[in-house]
């Protein structure tokens, strides 16, 4: 089973400011990894897919970069509704995993 | 408009049964394969089940495996998940979620989920 290490478990930012994640895959993955969005009480929601592509409808100040076992999603300036826990998710091998999430919260 | 509708949760004895229905509407369900995720209280995200589009390939998280049986009805644009002998571990809400293809991008749509409570 492919282990996904999210890093950090929280990040403590006030908006504006830049939030840099990191997901860390046991084995190579290619670029076959994406990152989701969650807020209390709801359903994640899809943000990049295949490491670097955003999903519909997502804004330009979330992008993501890597390949292998070390991938990052960046949030350039966060807004207010940004702040949300993050999961990363691989599909390259079965069993599909996801990363045990990181919590942006407001500093 | 796409929407995946979940039913079926509740609270359950252990050793008991529930059958969870994930119904698909707004785009093609014939175009995905579907998933079962599940999430435990203040836990993270567990993915449970895939089946393919025609049903012929299925793969369960060994936490669940000989337990859950997942099934689709593509007339129906349905999805299913029969859980036996249900534990304490299972208490979590679960989602469906589509897939592209059989292999394509995961999960760009989810339900608003479903709670499963197992408690004596």
């Known amino acids: 089973e492919i282990v996904l290490t999210q890093s950090p478990a929280t990040l403590s930012l006030s908006p504006g400011e830049r939030a840099t994640l990191s997901c860390r895959a046991s084995?190579?993955?290619?670029?076959?990894l994406a990152w989701f969005q969650q807020k209390p009480g709801q359903a994640p929601r899809l943000l990049i897919y295949d490491a670097f592509n955003r999903a519909t409808g997502i804004p330009a100040r979330f992008s993501g970069s890597g390949s292998g076992t070390d991938f990052t999603l960046t949030i350039s300036s966060l807004e207010p509704e940004d702040f949300a826990v993050y999961y990363c998710?691989?599909?390259?091998?079965?069993?599909?995993?996801f990363g045990g999430g990181t919590k942006v919260e407001i500093k | 408009e796409v929407q995946l509708v979940e039913s079926g949760g509740g609270l359950v004895q252990p050793g008991g049964s529930l059958r969870l229905s994930c119904v698909a509407s707004g785009f093609i369900f014939n175009g995905y394969s579907m998933n079962w995720v599940r999430q435990a209280p203040g836990k993270g995200l567990e993915w449970v089940s895939y089946i393919s589009i025609s049903g012929s390939m299925i793969h369960y998280a060994d936490s669940v495996k000989g337990r859950f049986t997942i099934s689709r009805d593509n007339a129906m644009n349905a999805l299913f998940l029969q859980m036996n002998s249900l534990r304490a571990e299972d208490t979590a809400v679960y989602y469906c979620?589509?897939?592209?293809?059989?292999?394509?991008?995961?999960?760009?749509?989810w339900g608003q989920g479903t709670l499963v409570t197992v408690s004596s």
């Open positions: 084995q190579s993955i290619s670029s076959y």
């Open positions: 998710q691989q599909r390259s091998m079965w069993p599909l995993t």
């Open positions: 979620a589509r897939r592209l293809g059989d292999s394509g991008v995961c999960f760009d749509y």
